[in-house]
């Protein structure tokens, strides 16, 4: 007999990167991977399929799969797929909503329920094991599950708060991949300093400012253009960032202020694309 379950989860967006300091802080996007799990009885493998993406790596969704089924004493073998809305190796954490999402997945597939924070954890578990992160990405875990603001400890896997907030947000995606795999940490830790101050930003709810600080600082460190960032605020936003380790960059606020930002950016003109969306409050299903 064959099991089918389903799942989905968001994609985020930085308002600290934790790879500095272990802390960190990210929002819920809008934009969201679908997850399909189809599971029979057996040792056979599991074999993952990305929609579009014929030659990206599987190893993650698959290891999500196992890590859940192994939990449970199960074996099975099958198939994982994902679709997904979120521009991969971009800095939008498309690999913290494919854990998620496969996850979920998962247990819907074996009737069986976990503790919505272990769940994240498991996917952080994957991400490690899959060799896709540097602190686990506990926040981005945490911020594509939950939805709204999170803050984190990525050392510990501390969920300090998660805040709903209602703010649009405009996203732009240049052409070049980043994975954060690949990124310097030796020189994001040198910023450290200037990080901390971010975080006391953070902690006093002023997430927008954080988040420009953050990006001017990881921009400096992992060596991306902050031209986007200045166009963003000669139009009169508040908060913009590069997301995690790049390239792409978020920006947050006003409906009307997005407009004149995603004209700006437009006529910046390096190719890419522009993506109008929301913070998500409601997170994975
Ligand atoms: N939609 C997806 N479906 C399946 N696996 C994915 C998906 N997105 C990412 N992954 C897996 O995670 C790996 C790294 O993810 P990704 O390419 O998104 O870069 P990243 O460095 O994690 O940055 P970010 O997730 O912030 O964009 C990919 O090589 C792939 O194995
Ligand atoms: O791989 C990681 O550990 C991380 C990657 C980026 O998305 C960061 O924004 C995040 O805070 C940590």
Same mark, same amino acid.
């Given at each position: 007999?064959?099991?089918?379950?389903?799942?989905?989860?968001?994609?985020?967006?930085?308002i600290? &990167?934790?790879?500095?300091?272990?802390?960190?802080?990210?929002?819920?996007?809008?934009?969201?991977?679908?997850?399909?799990?189809?599971?029979?009885?057996?040792?056979?493998?599991?074999?993952?399929?990305?929609?579009? &993406?014929?030659? $990206?790596?599987?190893?993650?969704?698959?290891?999500?799969?196992?890590?859940?089924?192994?939990?449970?004493n199960l074996? $099975?073998? +099958?198939? /994982?797929?994902?679709?997904?809305?979120?521009?991969?190796? =971009?800095?939008?954490?498309?690999?913290?909503?494919?854990? &998620?999402?496969?996850?979920?997945?998962?247990?819907?597939?074996?009737?069986e329920?976990?503790e919505?924070?272990?769940?994240?954890?498991?996917? /952080?578990?994957?991400?490690?094991? =899959?060799? /896709?992160?540097?602190?686990?990405?506990?926040?981005?875990a945490?911020?594509?599950?939950? +939805?709204?603001?999170?803050?984190?400890?990525?050392?510990?896997?501390?969920?300090?708060k998660?805040?709903? @907030?209602?703010?649009?947000?405009? /996203?732009?995606?240049?052409?070049?991949?980043?994975?954060? =795999?690949?990124?310097?940490?030796?020189?994001?830790?040198?910023?450290?300093?200037?990080?901390?101050?971010?975080?006391?930003?953070?902690?006093?709810?002023?997430?927008?400012?954080?988040?420009?600080l953050?990006?001017?600082?990881?921009?400096?460190?992992?060596?991306?253009?902050?031209?986007? $960032?200045?166009?963003?605020?000669?139009?009169?936003?508040?908060?913009?960032?590069?997301?995690?380790?790049?390239?792409?960059?978020?920006?947050?606020?006003?409906?009307?202020?997005?407009?004149?930002?995603? @004209?700006?950016?437009?006529?910046?003109?390096t190719?890419?694309?522009?993506?109008?969306?929301?913070? &998500?409050?409601?997170?994975?299903?």
């Open positions: 007999m064959t099991v089918t379950g389903y799942g989905q989860a968001l994609g985020a967006g930085t600290l &990167n934790a790879i500095s300091t272990w802390k960190g802080a990210a929002f819920g996007l809008d934009l969201k991977t679908f997850a399909r799990v189809e599971l029979s009885q057996g040792d056979g493998p599991i074999e993952g399929s990305i929609e579009e &993406n014929e030659d $990206m790596d599987t190893t993650l969704i698959e290891n999500a799969v196992g890590i859940t089924l192994d939990l449970f074996k $099975m073998q +099958g198939t /994982v797929h994902t679709r997904s809305e979120i521009p991969h190796a =971009s800095g939008l954490k498309s690999s913290s909503a494919a854990a &998620n999402a496969v996850i979920i997945a998962t247990l819907d597939a074996i009737k329920s976990m919505p924070l272990d769940m994240v954890k498991l996917g /952080v578990e994957a991400a490690k094991k =899959s060799g /896709v992160t540097i602190t686990g990405a506990f926040d981005d945490c911020a594509s599950f939950f +939805g709204g603001v999170v803050v984190t400890d990525n050392r510990e896997d501390i969920l300090f998660r805040i709903k @907030k209602d703010s649009e947000v405009l /996203v732009f995606v240049p052409p070049q991949k980043a994975y954060s =795999s690949d990124t310097d940490v030796a020189r994001s830790k040198l910023i450290g300093p200037w990080i901390d101050m971010a975080y006391d930003l953070v902690i006093h709810r002023e997430f927008e400012k954080a988040m420009t953050n990006g001017f600082l990881y921009c400096g460190a992992l060596g991306f253009d902050t031209e986007p $960032m200045m166009i963003a605020l000669e139009s009169g936003i508040e908060g913009v960032t590069l997301s995690g380790t790049g390239p792409a960059y978020v920006a947050m606020g006003d409906s009307s202020v997005l407009d004149k930002v995603a @004209k700006a950016w437009e006529k910046g003109g190719g890419g694309k522009l993506i109008r969306t929301k913070i &998500n409050n409601e997170g994975a299903i």
